[in-house]
């Protein structure tokens, strides 16, 4: 696709006004003419990789009798700039998924949980319709009020309570769907640690995420004291392809959710009442790394990256009584009480999966938590940058932090 030069940043040429035209005609049903439109860059460098956001306000009229013009905002999602995100992306099909999930899997759930509970509880921003391929376009949930958290200081407990009743409903609906539609799951496959059938492809990827773990140990060597820590994680390195390969695959006899995959705070929009203050709402975006597996992986994720210090150490137990209220309470409502899980099971698939937080910890943190000029410029990385594109991250003050309470934690749990 091409890009033409705007001010300070680049923006592609196919977003003019025959492209946006032709969405806001089909969000209308109707023929609209578009008079204007400004177009920005959505989130900053270090906030997005697998994709590029851009922010869009488009002026049309719906009548050529109307004197005045409306506004309308979306939210356009393209395919990253750089060669080597292209090329992850396209391995994990993580574009198709989630183009797959907000056309069809999302608007089902919608239904599922609406016929279910009698209100309309949305999970995620709306899709639009789209004339181009390998372009998503979505509602701009931030003029309707929604905004994102600081990534940095973590969630508090009362956003961790909404993001993890959100998971719980988004899990049990995909339970639902799964009875209707079982064919779904196989669209959701794992996407990064996958069993490849191209051994050159899976060494290449394996080599990748064994040098950012053998590039965090080396850093974690450098923090006194924590040197046997460095080494548990160089011991562990050419073995964690493979644990991570089966944690991740479907158990048999036990529940199985579709996971959103990459639940941080950048993913989420939270809303908060104009007046208090106080946040009320939530819905999830990019669903590039969706898998179909255990529940419990997408709550060590969450509960790895997104909490504040205080609830990250003390407060689990307390999002997990969450979590699991809420799932069965619409697992009830949606007749799937025969498919539930007692609490002190989810609680033991929880403390089973916590290599995969362990490796959370390692592999996606030091991004969640990294400062703007630690983030590589991601254009100019190239297949050999696998390994070692956030190696600045490691240094991290927030990073360091966290992760120095972390070692000792997943060191009493038996997993390092």
Not at 91 to 111: A, V, W
Not at 116 to 137: F, H
Not at 174 to 191: R, V
Request: charged share 30%.
């Amino acid at each position: 696709m091409d890009i033409e030069e705007n001010g300070d940043s680049t923006f592609p040429s196919w977003i003019n006004f025959e492209f946006l035209t032709k969405v806001l005609s089909e969000v209308f049903k109707k023929d609209v003419s578009v008079t204007n439109f400004e177009i920005e860059r959505a989130v900053p460098k270090g906030e997005n990789y697998l994709s590029i956001l851009y922010r869009v306000m488009v002026e049309y009229k719906g009548s050529p009798t109307r004197n005045h013009a409306e506004k309308y905002f979306i939210i356009i999602k393209t395919l990253p700039e750089s060669e080597l995100m292209k090329k992850i992306l396209t391995e994990m099909d993580g574009f198709q998924k989630e183009l797959y999930m907000y056309t069809n899997i999302l608007p089902e759930l919608h239904r599922i949980i609406k016929s279910a509970k009698e209100k309309n509880q949305q999970i995620s921003a709306r899709c639009l319709p789209c004339p181009i391929e390998n372009v998503i376009v979505l509602e701009d949930l931030k003029h309707v009020g929604f905004q994102m958290a600081m990534r940095k200081e973590g969630l508090d407990l009362e956003h961790c309570k909404l993001a993890v009743r959100n998971l719980a409903r988004f899990h049990a609906a995909s339970m639902a769907l799964y009875k209707i539609d079982p064919s779904f799951a196989d669209k959701y496959k794992e996407g990064l640690f996958k069993e490849y059938e191209d051994e050159k492809e899976k060494k290449k990827s394996q080599k990748d995420m064994e040098d950012m773990l053998y590039n965090l140990a080396a850093t974690v060597e450098k923090w006194e004291g924590y040197e046997k820590y460095a080494q548990k994680l160089k011991e562990s390195t050419p073995t964690m392809f493979e644990r991570m390969t089966e944690i991740v695959k479907p158990k048999n006899n036990y529940i199985n959710v579709l996971n959103h995959g990459d639940c941080w705070t950048n993913n989420m929009l939270f809303y908060y009442c104009p007046k208090t203050g106080k946040v009320e709402d939530i819905r999830f975006v990019d669903f590039q790394i969706s898998r179909y597996s255990s529940p419990a992986l997408d709550l060590q994720y969450l509960l790895c990256n997104c909490p504040n210090d205080e609830v990250r150490f003390q407060h689990k137990d307390t999002l997990l009584e969450e979590y699991y209220f809420e799932l069965a309470d619409y697992c009830k409502a949606m007749n799937l009480e025969s498919d539930l899980i007692s609490f002190e099971q989810l609680k033991d698939e929880f403390e089973e999966k916590n290599y995969f937080g362990l490796m959370t910890a390692c592999l996606a943190l030091p991004i969640v938590l990294a400062e703007k000029d630690d983030m590589p410029d991601l254009k100019e990385l190239t297949e050999d940058d696998g390994g070692s594109f956030n190696i600045d991250s490691y240094s991290g003050k927030r990073f360091k932090e966290i992760f120095k309470k972390l070692l000792p934690y997943y060191e009493r749990k038996g997993v390092l």
